[in-house]
């Protein structure tokens, strides 16, 4: 049983969505797995899937005879430690306070993420009143896990865990994805030890590789041979679009507050659905990107 599970270890596969903003992937759910095998050293290959970018399985974990999806037991992060292959928390996984927090990540943050994105549906009539309990909670959840940090470099036992995987996708792309105008964004900015934190591990896992391996400088995406057997949706077929990083400069010049949310909350969640203008999925997955820690 061991040597199914180093097996399994050795030969992962990552599908996510397509990287922007200078992140791997600026998918909110995809960039904290990411993250999580990044911290736990694990070997894996990146690719992006480009056919069915809205399937809610994805992110999603593959290999020979293992697949881990986004939309079963819990997610893909709790799905690698329930079937033993890669468990950074099980010396904090009972800890009370432990799990506090996490759970706050995944409601008062996840919930402010969406919100800034426009992926949470919120009527007009509520949408004031929603608004404002939606940063009140933020702030709280910011000032909390600022206090919990301290000097430290990851929140418990100074060892990463899943919650510092799921607080760094969430902080970066919070700080890289959102416009300098965001609420959210400016309500992080707050507390600098978070922002340093961010930084910190960014550069230490995203931006210390070389640019072969950097899959946001490489024009390539692809799926592995072995993918979801049932798709919750059919491909999209997308225009060309111009370059992100012009538009989302230009929206931040010319709009206000609401209008530059709102439009590179629109440009994220297009950057999650469509393809790019001068790639094509490669189905037989023979450009996957290789992360050898």
């Known amino acids: 049983m061991d040597e199914v ?14 990287p922007c903003f200078s992140l791997p992937t600026a998918c909110p759910s995809c960039l904290p797995v990411y993250i999580y095998l990044k911290f736990a050293n694990v070997p894996f290959d990146l690719c992006y899937n480009l056919t069915y970018p809205d399937s809610d399985q994805i992110p999603y974990v593959d290999s020979d005879t293992y697949v881990a999806y986004n939309n079963e037991k819990g997610g893909v992060i709790e799905s690698l430690k329930e079937d033993n292959i890669v468990n950074l928390d099980l010396e904090v996984q009972s800890l009370p306070e432990w799990v ?3 759970a706050m990540i995944n409601s008062w943050l996840l919930d402010a993420i969406l919100y800034e994105l426009w992926l949470l549906g919120i009527s007009k009539d509520t949408a004031e009143r929603r608004e404002e309990e939606i940063y009140r909670r933020a702030t709280i959840a910011y000032q909390a896990l600022s206090t919990k940090l301290g000097e430290e470099s990851f929140f418990f036992d100074n060892r990463p865990t899943s919650l510092d995987a ?9 700080l890289y994805a959102l416009p ?7 309500k992080l900015l707050e507390q600098p030890n978070l922002v340093l934190y961010a930084d910190k591990h960014k550069a230490e896992l995203l931006d210390s590789g070389s640019s072969s391996s ?3 400088s490489s024009s390539s995406s692809s799926i592995p041979k072995r993918g979801p057997s049932n798709w919750s949706s059919k491909p999209k077929s997308q225009p060309p679009k111009r370059e992100r990083t012009e538009e989302e400069k230009n929206f931040r010049r ?3 507050y609401f209008l530059v949310t709102q439009l590179v909350a629109v440009l994220v969640f297009l950057s999650l659905l469509g393809g790019s203008d001068d ?3 490669d189905a037989d997955g023979d450009d996957d990107f290789d992360y050898d820690n």
């Open 279 to 281: 790639t094509e999925v």
């Open 214 to 216: 950097d899959p946001s």
């Open 5 to 18: 599970i180093q097996k399994e270890r050795q030969h992962l596969t990552l599908v996510t969505r397509k």
């Open 100 to 102: 506090s927090i996490v």
């Open 166 to 174: 799921i607080f760094l996708g969430h902080a970066l792309i919070t």
């Open 254 to 256: 010319k709009a206000k």
């Open 180 to 186: 300098e105008t965001s609420m959210l964004r400016g």
